[in-house]
């Protein structure tokens, strides 16, 4: 069975989520702050993290940069906070998805299941390459030139989608839809994942050569062969 750790300080809000997440045969830890989100974390490392941002005590983003520097765990912040930089700033910090208040109980589950299948391994072996860049689905690893890349799962699984459809040009949503299987969502959620990628997979992320923008439509992966 599945953990999710809920660190919310409203009790009616931890309560709705955990009802519908039990129903969804996912067992649920709760804490009411960031302490107590960070000592339970600690105790017994969830499957995902849903993270409020407003929390008395350690605020949620010191939260989620905390777990981020132990852990690759998929992390949903809660957000009341509906401005677009809000939003960026928690997926800067690690965050792998977000919702903004007030939001559907059953979206929430919907989107923790997405991420807990992401996070499995995958059973069939399976290696990506580009020159020094090795993407291996199988257990879910990056590595370049030897050295392995920590990866959120949504950075994961952009990066390989991206690597598997060489030279092909994705619109921002149409990657929201076909990597996350996001219907809906904000097109910055791709900006920022790109922008760390670069950061992690270029040799100079001011200059992409792999992760390359295509102007008026959105991004493509070109294959370098190296790192030159």
């Not at 599945?2 to 009790?11: F, G, N, Q, T, Y």
């Not at 929390?55 to 401005?83: F, H, N, Q, W, Y």
């Not at 969502?185 to 992690?200: A, I, M, N, P, Y």
């Amino acid at each position: 069975m599945a953990s999710i750790l809920v660190i919310e300080d409203d009790p009616t809000t931890r309560e709705v989520l955990r009802r519908y997440l039990t129903r969804a045969g996912i067992d649920v830890v709760e804490a009411a702050s960031g302490t107590e989100g960070m000592s339970a974390f600690l105790t017994a490392p969830p499957d995902l993290v849903i993270l409020d941002l407003m929390l008395p005590g350690i605020d949620g983003l010191d939260v989620c940069e905390r777990i981020r520097s132990r852990s690759e765990v998929p992390i949903i912040i809660l957000t009341a906070l509906g401005s677009e930089s809000d939003r960026v700033v928690g997926l800067e910090q690690g965050a792998d998805d977000y919702v903004v208040k007030p939001f559907s109980p059953r979206e929430v589950t919907l989107r923790a299941e997405r991420l807990l299948r992401r996070a499995a391994p995958v059973r069939t072996p399976t290696v990506l390459s580009d020159g020094e860049l090795v993407v291996d689905l199988s257990a879910r690893r990056v590595s370049r030139a030897g050295r392995e890349l920590a990866m959120t799962s949504r950075e994961f699984d952009l990066l390989a989608f991206l690597l598997a459809h060489p030279d092909e040009a994705f619109r921002r949503a149409e990657l929201l839809r076909r990597v996350w299987d996001w219907e809906f969502g904000d097109d910055s959620t791709v900006t920022v994942h790109v922008r760390r990628l670069r950061e992690k997979v270029e040799a100079d992320p001011s200059r992409p050569r792999r992760l390359q923008t295509v102007w008026g439509v959105g991004y493509r992966y070109h294959p370098s062969g190296g790192d030159r």
